[in-house]
């Protein structure tokens, strides 16, 4: 009960500022130096439903303290459910809470007669400067110093309400709704139904032959329309909100089902539509370059992070409903979401990429490219471009994600490019065109990757030892080998200066084979990476990477010099003749 103990004895400014782990003097400036009309910024966003949503950005310092504040109160929001007893299947809301999603919300409802959905108005809005300081002097799990509520509330609020942009809005809603969700659910289990709420979606479910009218009725004026009864009504109303009438929906288990988006009719997924213009989309994006969305009946271009982020949801969707019912991993790649899937991270990966991408064994690897590049940015114009102080990389780094490692099985290692150099035209047979840009595993010249060249000499049909600069497979692949250094074994570490290698970390020394378990001599090359290299940037020479940035760059001239040769053996289209005149 640390988290809330502390705010609990918190009784000045000073005691806020020591747990949000600033100093006091800076969060009294920010909350009162800063003028209130420039601690927002303020900017509309279309709805799903049609109409705006006004967006509240907070300054930049104002936002660190509502992270940091979140964080506070979602650790004691833990620790009030830990005194509570609570069960993970008995959570009523599903909102910006780690590890629940709208899928464990729209879960609860699934292959129910009655799917009830009603939309809470002005959520954050109606959630004003009182009823946040009145919370934490008031309930009893907090009751909280005065003068603590009140600078909770003003980091909180502004223009006398919780702001939809802020950090802190979400879990402080959730912490005041929560008198709504009992009463809601005790309203639902006297009914026999099911209730839950993400943020300001409410949903009740039930299989009864009869949906209680004490939590919707049919409306007098409509066949098809219901409105909120009134057991509904009075509680949300005593809880200080207000039900949007115009998002009162009732379905019925014969039609489609949903809930917070996601049909539950039988398992939890996605609309049929959604997934079928994704997969239209993504088609599009990679056998012909550009993919587009009807507004009405005008099509208007649509970027790959749009199509990214369509699929993205989908795939999250459906892997989580698989993984719940415990689908075998060997069934899942089978399925088309899946393979849509890995197609298009394929595709922006390695084919349709806007600049080189780069391959590297691991995460360590990229650390230690992105500096070196940085670090030499004003010898290597092809590969970053400065513009005063901004810094765009004319590179891709292969992120080794989660998403990576689960849907194109790379997680890195020698052993995973080795596989990746076997299966590349395998990965891009979907994608129509040229690539434009090249795609470079980026071996370490040891032991490690020696199945690899093994397998490139074999594609290449002469011995390959990492001694030239880069080499050319197929298609737009090439592997490029970091540098030997007097003709030995080589690793990407091993173009630091010696002094950089030898560099203690809280008294242990560099180990590079990662192997001592518990770390008490040694230290990592993870720890290296960010600890030594990331964070001490600035100070260190990277003079030892120029032959390998040399050889990415003569890979961009290479690959270059084959486009251009492909444009060029391209014949011009015959003339069309001209007519005779009559």
């Not at 199509?307 to 415990?326: P, Q």
């Not at 991270?345 to 080189?356: C, K, R, T, V």
Request: hydrophobic letters at 40%; charged letters at 25%.
């Amino acid at each position: 009960m640390a988290h809330l103990t502390k705010l609990k004895s918190a009784a000045t400014l000073n005691d806020v500022a020591l747990l949000l782990g600033v100093q006091p003097a800076s969060l009294a400036f920010i909350l009162y130096k800063i003028p209130e009309h420039q601690k927002y910024t303020k900017f509309p966003v279309p709805k799903k439903s049609g109409g705006e949503r006004i967006i509240s950005a907070p300054d930049p310092r104002l936002k660190m303290v509502q992270k940091r504040l979140a964080k506070l109160l979602k650790n004691c929001q833990l620790e009030v459910e830990a005194i509570l007893k609570v069960k993970s299947q008995c959570v009523l809301a599903h909102g910006f809470k780690p590890g629940l999603s709208i899928q464990t919300n729209a879960a609860n409802h699934r292959g129910q007669r009655w799917v009830l959905n009603a939309d809470l108005q002005d959520f954050f809005p109606s959630i004003n400067f009182g009823r946040v300081y009145g919370f934490f002097i008031k309930n009893q799990h907090y009751m909280l110093n005065k003068k603590v509520a009140t600078i909770i509330s003003q980091i909180a609020c502004h223009e006398n309400t919780l702001p939809q942009g802020s950090p802190c809005s979400p879990v402080l809603s959730n912490m005041i709704a929560h008198m709504l969700d009992i009463r809601l659910n005790e309203l639902a289990s006297s009914n026999r139904c099911t209730y839950t709420r993400y943020a300001d979606d409410l949903t009740f479910s039930t299989s009864e032959r009869v949906f209680p009218s004490r939590i919707a009725k049919r409306d007098p004026s409509s066949l098809h329309k219901w409105v909120a009864g009134a057991g509904l009504s009075k509680r949300v109303e005593k809880a200080g909100f207000a039900i949007n009438g115009k998002k009162t929906r009732l379905q019925y288990r014969d039609s489609r089902q949903d809930a917070t988006g996601l049909v539950v009719n039988e398992k939890v997924n996605v609309k049929s539509e959604y997934y079928k213009l994704a997969r239209a989309m993504c088609w599009h994006l990679m056998t012909k370059g550009s993919a587009h969305l009807k507004v009405g009946s005008i099509p208007v271009p649509v970027d790959a992070k749009k199509v990214r982020g369509m699929l993205a949801f989908i795939y999250h969707v459906k892997r989580w409903d698989d993984d719940r019912t415990k689908v075998p991993k060997e069934e899942i790649e089978k399925r088309a979401y899946y393979r849509v899937y890995a197609d298009f991270l394929n595709y922006i990966s390695f084919f349709g990429q806007p600049h080189m991408t780069i391959v590297c064994e691991g995460k360590t690897d990229n650390v230690y490219l992105r500096c070196a590049v940085r670090s030499l940015a004003a010898l290597y114009p092809s590969l970053i471009q400065v513009k005063g102080k901004k810094r765009n990389f004319l590179l891709q780094l292969f992120k080794f994600t989660k998403t990576a490692d689960a849907v194109q099985h790379l997680s890195g290692g020698a052993s995973q490019l080795s596989n990746l150099l076997s299966e590349y035209r395998k990965r891009i047979k979907n994608c129509k065109g040229t690539p434009q840009h090249p795609t470079v595993l980026v071996v370490d010249n040891d032991s490690g990757p020696e199945k690899l060249f093994k397998h490139l000499s074999s594609l290449l049909k002469k011995d390959v030892d990492g001694s030239d600069p880069f080499y050319f497979v197929y298609e737009n692949l090439y592997v490029v080998p970091v540098p030997k250094i007097g003709g030995a074994f080589t690793a990407m570490e091993q173009l630091f200066e010696s002094h950089v290698l030898k560099e203690k970390l809280n008294g242990r020394i560099l180990d590079l084979t990662n192997k001592e378990p518990d770390g008490t001599k040694f230290y990592s090359k993870n720890e290296f990476s960010v600890e030594i290299i990331q964070k001490k940037q600035a100070s260190i020479k990277f003079d030892g990477f120029k032959p390998l940035l040399n050889a990415l760059v003569a890979v961009q001239n290479d690959y270059a010099g084959k486009i251009a040769a492909k444009k060029a053996a391209i014949p011009a289209p015959a003339p069309v003749p001209a007519l005779a005149a009559p």
